[in-house]
């Protein structure tokens, strides 16, 4: 057994203990040294005159010209001469009362606050002296609140106290304070004008007191605002001015008992409204993209900004070149440059001030047809690689009680894309769409939009996107940008306004442009952007509709629209809601949207009616555009090439020397997916030819379908290994209404047509891919005078429909019925029931908290019933209605497909 060595253990311990005491000084030391290099590297670059500068944040145009400066609507900086007596005892009797006796740094000032916030138990009071908050201010603006920061603000209030006056701190420090929640309060020379409408040597006593309270909290205390709590405050420091022996009992008495209201300005002074919808963007701007306030850091900033277009903007928002139909109508618009990015005019609101809410970036509105596009026919071209001489198909689309129509109520068959998406028919669009879903899946089609610069946070996509129906929508500037990438091959540039932002204080510098270029993504092939311009600048120059737009610049333009539900009461559904017009040329790209506010829909029941405002002011900004010299021009990309193909035919076959001239096209083609094979039918069928047709018929059944009998094609094995097909045609006098391919001789056609109605019905034989057909047989139907088509229903809540299985927060829900008026509808909800005809709709209060179920049974004229599917719903524990608030008045759209008359009876 082995004993142990005390001494030995002793010399352990002791090695032990050395070892952690030298680890802790390493690690006291390395700190020491960090903490140390960090406060340097804050305060090396310290100048006296960048803190003595009394310049202020400017903005300043694409030619270098300043438009704008900020804290300065009123205009003029205020020497320490000419602020008077009163104000200076006030300002330190509130912010600093030792500011004549400290160095810069106030200990006594910091014990006591420590002191304060122990016994309130939080942070109640500041021990920052004026000096250490005019350094906060030019070199820490961004506020950060660590150790490191707080002893170099110190460390460079000594600096300064000791290398300027007194005077000249409190001097440079009321001239870059807020007063109040506006810009315009910004100084005290703006502060006075805009509380008092005089000059601060003018400023009495009550109004001094107020000025220096409200510097403490900005906003808090801003007397137009807040004049209770403005009033309570000047109370407070006209206290502290007594009790510093700045003014007598008296004058603190008297001053006390003067009403704030009696001396303020009656009619407040408002922001300069020149350039202010960009003035505005760009402050905003500056703020998200460098994290630094304009307003609290001296800069300089570059901007983007088109004061000739900008202008003429203004003149249309102000109604001096434009007249709206009525004073309640708002529209919001972007132009920008689309090679860049750079967004050079903009349009927020009408009478629009800096800082308000803008239609143009901050309000979301459902995009209508104006998506189609992006969103539809991009993608088909992308993902399915489609050619511009694509055949869509314009025929009913129905799913889940949803049937998107078309503007006339009308489908249209089989209908080339220039007038698929000239003419805006939904139906094509929703195939289209359905077919890319088809192939690669939500996921992507929500990845795609949102790498064209679309919020898809809230949004809860389904097929109904692809015609507008989104549950929140989109901007202006979201659509500008998306357009723009199509004008430039694809690329998606972030919009901005903004050059580059140079801190006047430390000359650091902040390339915005190059930056946000730099980020640039390929969002589509050069393909798709080059297939989508080619179909959308010829039917500009096709079709009336776009005639303002052919005016040689090679513009690519679409229109949007969008109907109300029926939901609010006394706007009739079918009524529009929104209006765009989205476009681009080789060298611009701009969006703009009219309609209502939701109060205003609300309480004033208004919604638009007549000419689409958005077209004709973007028809405007088109025309101005078209007076510079163009810069650009489209590309032809080496991944498209021109190719001959059968009309009508997919898959694609190239023609041979047999192929009728009248069957032929030429059409743009993604490389790689040109057309194959030829139109003989040797490689498909038993024989060299297709059989003729040897009879055919058409019958209406009972419930008013249609059913057709062809002769079995000989020989069968090629209906069995679908070379061959059975193809029909339903035509409404001379349009094409519907269209089916069968595989059997016999069948009831997937069509439900009107009650009363004649229809021609043409079948024949055609192999699979269209290449080849028989002789037609043409045969006239009339259906009956009633029909059994099922009704549908939507269900809405707060403007918005919501999907099955959705969680609202409204109190109210509406029930929007579609159908023969002759059927009656039974229709029950939390066990309330109420019953109506079909096309007609009734509300249903619902609580929070609770799950409802909607169920619908159909009454027909010849007395059948039938349940229609029923809808689920929940209503939130906590129901707040915020439909008082403008800014959030369209983002409780909860539906995957908005309303299903959405761009049904517009475009």
Not at 556 to 569: P, Q, R
Not at 598 to 608: A, E, F, G, T
Not at 763 to 782: E, H, M, P
Request: hydrophobic content about 30%; glycine content about 6%; overall charge positive.
């Amino acid at each position: 057994m082995k004993t142990k060595n005390p001494k030995l253990n002793s010399e352990i311990r002791r090695k032990v203990l050395i070892s952690i005491i030298i680890a802790g000084c390493v690690i006291i030391a390395s700190a020491g040294v960090y903490f140390g290099v960090t406060v340097y590297s804050q305060i090396k670059d310290f100048d006296i005159n960048n803190l003595t500068t009394t310049t202020t944040s400017k903005q300043v145009d694409e030619n270098g010209k300043s438009y704008y400066t900020y804290g300065s609507n009123q205009g003029k900086y205020t020497s320490y001469n000419a602020l008077p007596e009163v104000f200076v005892d006030a300002l330190v009797s509130a912010e600093d009362s030792r500011f004549f006796i400290h160095n810069g740094f106030d200990m006594p000032r910091i014990v006591k606050a420590m002191l304060s916030n122990l016994k309130a138990g939080g942070i109640a009071a500041g021990g920052s002296t004026i000096t250490q908050q005019l350094i906060k201010k030019t070199y820490y603006p961004n506020e950060e609140k660590t150790i490191q920061r707080k002893l170099g603000e110190i460390i460079l209030a000594i600096q300064a106290s000791q290398q300027t006056t007194k005077q000249k701190v409190l001097e440079l420090y009321v001239n870059k304070i807020y007063f109040g929640r506006s810009t315009n309060t910004v100084g005290i020379y703006a502060a006075s004008k805009y509380y008092f409408n005089k000059t601060p040597s003018q400023l009495t006593l009550p109004e001094a007191a107020l000025l220096a309270g409200a510097v403490n909290s900005p906003v808090y205390y801003d007397a137009f605002n807040n004049l209770t709590k403005a009033q309570n405050r000047r109370n407070i420091i006209l206290g502290l001015m007594y009790q510093h022996g700045y003014i007598t009992k008296s004058e603190y008495e008297t001053a006390k008992a003067t009403k704030v209201a009696n001396y303020l300005n009656s009619k407040p002074l408002t922001q300069s409204k020149k350039y202010a919808s960009y003035v505005d963007r760009v402050s905003r701007e500056v703020k998200q993209l460098t994290g630094y306030d304009p307003n609290k850091t001296n800069m300089t900033i570059y901007t983007y900004l088109d004061t000739e277009l900008q202008q003429s903007l203004d003149n249309i928002a102000a109604g001096k070149t434009y007249t709206f139909p009525d004073r309640f109508m708002q529209m919001g618009g972007v132009v920008q440059e689309a090679k860049t990015g750079r967004i050079i005019g903009l349009m927020s609101a009408r009478d629009f001030k800096a800082g308000n809410y803008s239609y143009a970036f901050s309000d979301r509105h459902q995009p209508g047809s104006s998506i189609k596009p992006v969103l539809d026919y991009a993608t088909a071209f992308e993902y399915l690689y489609w050619s511009t001489g694509h055949i869509a198909d314009d025929t009913r689309y129905s799913s889940g009680g949803w049937t998107p129509k078309n503007w006339d109520r009308q489908y249209h068959g089989r209908v080339t894309l220039y007038e698929a998406l000239g003419k805006s028919w939904n139906a094509a669009a929703i195939h289209t769409l359905a077919d890319v879903y088809k192939k690669v899946g939500k996921t992507k089609l929500v990845n795609w939009l949102k790498n064209l610069g679309y919020n898809m946070s809230d949004e809860s996509f389904s097929l109904a996107y692809g015609i507008g129906g989104w549950s929140h929508g989109t901007t202006p500037l979201q659509m500008a940008a998306a357009y723009a990438a199509i004008s430039n091959g694809g690329v998606y540039i972030q919009p901005h306004t903004i050059k580059k932002v140079v801190i006047n204080t430390t000359g650091e510098t902040i390339n915005v442009d190059q930056e946000l270029r730099n980020d640039s993504r390929q969002a589509m092939s050069k393909a798709t952007a080059f297939m989508l311009r080619n179909i959308m600048t010829t039917y500009v120059k096709q079709y009336s509709d776009y005639s303002d737009f052919d005016i040689g610049d090679e513009i690519g333009a679409k229109t949007g629209t969008t109907n109300h539900d029926g939901s609010i009461a006394g706007i009739p559904a079918n009524k529009s809601k929104d209006n765009w017009l989205c476009a681009y040329s080789p060298d611009y790209a701009w969006s703009f949207w009219d309609g209502y506010s939701y109060n205003d829909q609300v309480n004033h029941k208004m919604y638009i009616s007549g000419t689409n405002q958005a077209k004709i002011v973007a028809a405007k900004v088109a025309k101005i555009l078209n007076t510079r010299k163009m810069k650009n021009s489209y590309e032809t990309p080496n991944t498209v090439v021109q190719a001959k193909m059968i009309r009508g035919v997919y898959p694609y076959q190239s023609p041979t020397s047999s192929t009728p001239a009248s069957s032929i096209t030429t059409a743009w083609f993604v490389k790689g997916h040109t057309p194959s094979g030829s139109d003989t039918s040797s490689t498909t069928t038993s024989t060299d030819s297709l059989n003729a047709l040897s009879s055919f018929n058409a019958s209406v059944t009972s419930d008013n379908k249609i059913r057709v009998i062809f002769a079995a094609y000989d020989p069968s094995s090629d209906v069995a290994s679908g070379n061959v097909v059975y193809r029909v045609q339903v035509f409404k006098g001379s349009t094409s209404v519907y269209s089916q391919s069968l595989t059997t001789s016999s069948a009831t056609l997937n069509f439900t047509p009107e009650a009363n109605t004649t229809y021609r019905v043409i079948g024949y034989y055609s192999l699979a891919s269209g290449a080849k057909t028989s002789n037609r047989i043409s045969r006239s139907v009339t259906t009956n005078n009633k029909t059994t088509q099922d009704a549908t229903y939507t269900v809405s809540s707060a403007g918005s429909r919501i999907t099955n299985g959705a969680t609202i927060n409204g109190s109210t829900i509406y029930v929007n019925t579609s159908g023969d008026a002759a059927s009656r509808l039974t229709i029950s909800c939390g066990g309330t029931t109420r019953t109506v005809n079909a096309g007609s709709g009734a509300s249903f209060s619902v609580e929070a908290g609770r799950s409802y179920t909607v169920t619908v049974t159909q009454t027909n004229s010849d007395g059948t019933t039938k349940s229609l599917d029923s809808f689920s719903f929940s209503v939130a524990a906590s129901n707040e209605d915020n439909n008082d608030n403008e800014d959030t008045a369209n983002t409780n759209q909860d539906n995957q497909d908005n309303t299903d008359e959405t761009e049904e009876v517009t475009e």
